[in-house]
């Protein structure tokens, strides 16, 4: 972010690092503090700030810092902050132990911003491409909107709102249970306290009135702070005889967002519009300083939580910063000494992300801000592929790829795992041609076709149309799950006629395992409208999303098993209440109705081009808003025509044999053939 207006400067990446411990350690269980299991960099606690500068006057500079800092001026130290005429050299150096150091200046023409470059002195000075200088890594500086002396980036805050219950009930003559009427999540207020009270937080009624076994407790002292932000639909709290309270009051924790600017979705079903709001409610939910899983239990970004996020993020509020921070966050810092999350599929997530970040944003400069933590991660991926050049999970890593309740053998070179790979590889191509480094595209082109012609060697049975699990101490384990042929049918690793044999053999195939978690559901649906399956995916919605809700959601879950019924949907991990009834890949139905039945998707970064392709899925009508960063695409269709309203130019309505140009400002009106309603 370029600015000609004064704002905090940092070096790129430690309010990230720094914000995300603090976030990441919010997790307990049962009052007791839960760390992430990965290793968490710190950032670095002296930071020098440069800038060269041309004056025509004396300039007399205002300097904040957060953290002690010296000034200096041609290389020497400065008592005082006046900068004379002519060409010179200005550094502030910065150390701070506690948050990272920053700056915000002010005098004249020079205010900072992110022009000004940074280095934390290390020696080995290396431009925004990667490429080393001499010594001293030098980079511009990060920047976001702290733009005020009295708005540092250590005070930043989500915004609050005070809620009510919706019901309270008498349990017990010392209990007493508060509902919210949906899930919530933000920080507990009583008024009138006196005495010790015990609170039992619950995402459902059992929970919160399972004192033994409920996720998340406080017991409050009267004079002690507030505890920390919880989860929750009910608050049973209980008081000794000695003890009392008023009201109960909750600040209810979000991030805030523009209606007018966000995404929306309308349809003649009832029940589809609201699967619609729950998606939108969960993922708001969730959306906090970073995209995390779930907000009750583990609180923690996850990589393969957070890439799902991104895109429905894409189609609902467009928040391009919260990607930032999460991508930067999940990173860290090098060396890479495991890969993200500890899970090999989510390290190959996160290079998968920023190729997807760069089409939908076209924010070319995130990518070269990233691009040396990309090859370093790369690096460390390829120090430890196999001889054959496939990734094999060696013993520090988790090696996930979903929930199953099936036995699926996770040893050995996995198909799915090589699928993540190469398109790792190839978003590793695309990138750096783009960032213009020729030898380095030329390297990643070389590994990606060298596996594209590997993994159907050893995978594929072109006979029967699919690919098999996995290679284990030299031999093929034929067991055939959805797991790589979703991933190849996604990421567009399949020739047609193969789409549709694995579509047939597999995916529709009642004999295969089937997939129950939202987390992988949201590829199993997406694969199934690449190859035109779109009323069977709209069936699979409403199903699926519209059971949860027939269970009582006010938010979507981390995994809904059909099969089970009442308490029996809370219990996960061996735990009664174990199961996050609020998380993100949860709430695929905005991604999955915004680009493939609402149709609209980038066809150039940044959408400098799109293409608007709907499909009803056997609705009578339906009509939303897509969100991009030109403005809002609005769709509309019914059987009889299809409706297009763009901020933007240089876009096509694409139906069965028409592609028609979309006019910014100028609604499009095409009147369907009986085929194609």
């Known amino acids: 972010m370029k600015t000609s207006t004064p704002t905090w400067i940092w070096y790129p990446g430690d309010f990230e690092v720094w914000?995300?411990?603090?976030?990441?350690?919010?997790?307990?269980?049962?009052?007791?503090?839960?760390?992430?299991?990965?290793?968490?960099?710190?950032?670095?606690?002296?930071?020098?700030?440069?800038?060269?500068?041309?004056?025509?006057?004396?300039?007399?500079?205002?300097?904040?810092?957060?953290?002690?800092?010296?000034?200096?001026?041609?290389?020497?130290?400065?008592?005082?902050?006046?900068?004379?005429?002519?060409?010179?050299?200005?550094?502030?150096?910065?150390?701070?132990?506690a948050t990272p150091p920053a700056i915000f200046v002010t005098g004249g023409s020079i205010v900072s911003d992110a022009t000004w470059m940074v280095t934390y002195e290390d020696k080995i000075w290396i431009d925004e491409?990667?490429?080393?200088?001499?010594?001293?890594?030098?980079?511009?500086?990060?920047?976001?909107?702290?733009?005020?002396?009295?708005?540092?980036?250590?005070?930043?805050?989500?915004?609050?709102?005070?809620?009510?219950?919706?019901?309270?009930?008498?349990?017990?003559?010392?209990?007493?249970?508060?509902?919210?009427?949906?899930?919530?999540?933000?920080?507990?207020?009583?008024?009138?306290?006196?005495?010790?009270?015990?609170?039992?937080?619950?995402?459902?009624?059992e929970e919160a009135l399972d004192k033994e076994h409920c996720e998340t407790l406080d017991v409050l002292r009267e004079g002690h702070r507030t505890p920390g932000s919880k989860a929750f639909r009910y608050i049973y709290i209980e008081a000794a005889a000695d003890s009392s309270y008023g009201d109960v009051l909750v600040d209810f924790e979000y991030a805030p967002f523009s209606p007018q600017h966000s995404g929306s979705f309308r349809c003649s079903d009832?029940?589809?519009?609201?699967?619609?709001?729950v998606s939108a409610y969960t993922l708001e939910l969730t959306t906090r300083e970073f995209f995390m899983d779930g907000i009750k239990r583990d609180r923690w970004t996850w990589s393969g939580d957070a890439i799902q996020s991104y895109l429905m993020n894409y189609y609902l509020h467009f928040d391009t910063e919260c990607v930032k921070r999460t991508i930067r966050q999940l990173r860290g810092k090098d060396p890479v000494t495991a890969h993200v999350n500890t899970i090999m599929d989510y390290t190959f997530y996160w290079f998968i992300s920023l190729r997807q970040f760069l089409m939908y944003t076209g924010d070319l400069d995130f990518i070269k801000e990233m691009f040396p933590r990309i090859k370093s991660l790369m690096d460390y991926v390829e120090s430890r592929l196999n001889e054959d050049g496939f990734a094999e999970g060696k013993s520090d890593d988790w090696v996930f790829v979903d929930w199953t309740d099936f036995p699926m053998h996770k040893r050995g070179v996995l198909c799915f795992e090589q699928l993540l790979l190469l398109n790792a590889y190839l978003m590793l191509f695309v990138l750096s041609i783009l960032i213009r480094r020729n030898d380095l595209a030329s390297y990643y082109a070389s590994k990606a076709k060298a596996l594209q012609k590997k993994?159907?060697?050893?995978?594929?049975?072109?006979?029967?149309?699919v690919f098999w699990h996995s290679l284990e101490d030299g031999k093929l384990n034929k067991q055939i799950t959805k797991f790589p042929h979703i991933m190849a049918i996604v990421y567009g690793l399949l020739k047609d006629e193969q789409k549709e044999k694995v579509a047939k053999n597999v995916l529709l195939n009642p004999n295969v395992p089937p997939i129950t978690t939202p987390y992988m559901r949201f590829y199993e649906l997406e694969a199934l409208c690449i190859t035109g399956h779109h009323d069977y995916v709209m069936k699979e919605i409403k199903d699926y999303w519209g059971g949860m809700l027939r269970e009582g959601a006010t938010s979507f879950w981390e995994k809904y098993n059909p099969e089970e019924h009442g308490a029996e949907h809370l219990a996960m991990y061996g735990r009664p209440y174990g199961k996050s009834l609020c998380h993100a890949w949860?709430?695929?139905?905005?991604?999955?109705?915004?680009?493939?039945?609402?149709?609209?998707?980038?066809?150039?970064?940044?959408?400098?081009?799109?293409?608007?392709?709907?499909?009803?899925?056997?609705?009578?009508?339906?009509?939303?808003?897509?969100?991009?960063?030109?403005?809002?695409?609005?769709?509309?269709?019914?059987?009889?025509?299809?409706?297009?309203?763009?901020?933007?130019?240089?876009?096509?309505?694409?139906?069965?044999?028409?592609?028609?140009?979309?006019?910014?400002?100028?609604?499009?009106?095409?009147?369907?053939?009986?085929?194609?309603?």
């Open 270 to 277: 009832d029940e589809l519009n609201r699967i619609w709001e």
């Open 455 to 465: 993994i159907p060697e050893t995978f594929w049975d072109e006979e029967r149309g």
């Open 586 to 677: 949860g709430a695929s139905p905005l991604y999955l109705l915004g680009r493939y039945f609402l149709g609209v998707k980038p066809t150039r970064t940044g959408y400098t081009e799109f293409e608007v392709k709907p499909v009803l899925g056997g609705l009578e009508w339906m009509e939303g808003d897509v969100p991009t960063p030109r403005g809002l695409i609005h769709v509309y269709m019914d059987k009889h025509q299809v409706k297009v309203l763009s901020s933007a130019d240089n876009g096509w309505l694409c139906l069965e044999d028409e592609r028609i140009a979309v006019e910014a400002g100028k609604e499009l009106i095409v009147e369907l053939k009986q085929k194609q309603a």
């Open 129 to 205: 491409n990667g490429v080393a200088h001499g010594s001293g890594i030098y980079v511009p500086a990060g920047c976001w909107n702290f733009d005020s002396p009295s708005t540092p980036p250590s005070q930043y805050r989500l915004e609050r709102k005070e809620m009510r219950p919706v019901n309270e009930e008498r349990i017990s003559p010392a209990g007493m249970l508060y509902d919210f009427g949906r899930e919530m999540f933000g920080y507990l207020k009583l008024t009138q306290q006196k005495g010790t009270l015990e609170v039992f937080y619950g995402e459902s009624r």
């Open 19 to 97: 914000l995300g411990n603090i976030f990441n350690n919010r997790r307990t269980e049962r009052g007791v503090i839960f760390p992430p299991f990965w290793k968490q960099d710190s950032h670095w606690p002296t930071v020098a700030f440069t800038k060269s500068v041309d004056l025509d006057e004396d300039i007399e500079l205002t300097i904040d810092a957060e953290g002690e800092y010296s000034f200096s001026v041609d290389g020497k130290l400065q008592a005082h902050h006046q900068v004379p005429k002519g060409h010179h050299e200005l550094s502030i150096k910065v150390w701070n132990q």
